[in-house]
């Protein structure tokens, strides 16, 4: 049975103006307040992971030695890692593994593959920090589940070790819009439109071949 708070939750995000819809600097503010909503996870201790721009979420369970690597979604184009605060503890306390958002270039200001090669980078630096790939998830949601394949071919590319495993969340893996449920779901879907994807593949693509790879993993 679908619970009173998700239906509140549906009726605000369908009657709300879509955020995919706004001009950028409007996106990006609205990005900022993803978590407002949302509860703020229990024990976790945060602090800034400098290298990688980023931040740490640290759950009281941490065994000292698992990681979770997460890249936040948001087009390529919106949020940051402070933006995904919550959703990083509740992860942490969930997996018992310590959670790392680094930030990560966006466009229009940077085009790809910059996204994939500074998660790419991120990743590296883990490893130097002494964390040891099998004991390190890369996770993301959204555009940064499609970033989160890529990010793993780009390593195997690079003949780098890869992590455990990765975790894309509603992955976004196919920035030529090409599938059939982007018209079949356009009326139910409550945050995104196919207009909107194809702008902000746009944005990230700069003319690049959409189906490319480490763009597309799909």
Sequence with gaps: MV???ALKLHEILRNAPKAVDMDLPHQRAAGEHMEDMTS???????????????LWATPPSWDGR?????????????????????FAGHLANASGARALVPRYSLAPERHFPS???????????????????????IGGDSSAGGLTVATMLKLREDDQPLPAGGVPISP????????????????ADLTATKASLQRMAAQYLHGADPRTPLASPL
């Excluded at 976790?44 to 980023?54: F, K, P, R």
């Excluded at 590296?124 to 099998?134: N, Q, V």
């Excluded at 976004?172 to 009326?187: F, H």
Aim: with cysteine.
């Design 3 to 5: 619970s009173q708070e």
């Design 40 to 54: 703020e996870p229990e024990g976790v201790t945060y602090e800034e992971a400098y290298s990688v721009e980023g």
């Design 66 to 86: 698992s990681a979770i690597m997460y890249l936040y979604g948001g087009g390529y184009v919106i949020s940051s890692p402070h933006s995904r605060r919550k």
């Design 115 to 137: 996204a994939v090669e500074d998660a790419a980078a991120d990743y590296r630096w883990l490893l130097e920090e002494g964390y040891r790939a099998e004991r390190v998830i």
């Design 172 to 187: 976004w893996v196919d920035l030529a819009c090409t599938g059939e449920t982007l018209e079949t779901n356009a009326t």
